[in-house]
């Protein structure tokens, strides 16, 4: 079992900038992969960013440039650093951890988070 908490969603004006954090706990040595989600109000969710645990970074074309995805690996956390935030980012965020293969490739996720980019 892996338990994600999410922080730092809220309101900011369009180029304004954000930073998401995602903390897990329990089985964290089961993780392989770790990212971020969103879900505008009638889409589907889609992939914002992943980082592996080896670092490697897999992002939408929609972000790249915009925003920046990184682990801290000592906490157990990954952050989502939001820049140049435009209307269309207004979205639920998800923290997804999934693990690996040998632990059955199982997917878990955060409560979700807020971000409103309105002026």
């Known amino acids: 079992q892996v338990q994600l908490v999410e922080s730092g969603g809220g309101l900011v004006q369009p180029g304004g900038s954000l930073r998401l954090s995602c903390a897990a706990s329990?089985?964290?040595?089961?993780?392989?992969?770790m990212g971020w989600y969103r879900q505008a109000s009638g889409k589907e969710r889609e992939l914002v960013a992943t980082?592996?645990?080896?670092?490697?970074?897999n992002s939408a074309d929609s972000v790249k440039g915009r925003f920046i995805i990184s682990r801290d690996n000592a906490k157990n956390t990954v952050y989502l650093q939001m820049n140049s935030l435009k209307p269309e980012d207004t979205a639920v965020y998800y923290c997804?951890?999934?693990?690996?293969?040998?632990?059955?490739?199982?997917?878990?996720w955060g409560q979700g988070t807020q971000v409103t980019v309105s002026s």
């Open positions: 997804n951890a999934h693990l690996g293969v040998y632990y059955g490739g199982y997917d878990y």
């Open positions: 329990g089985s964290i040595f089961s993780i392989s992969r």
């Open positions: 980082i592996t645990s080896g670092g490697s970074i």
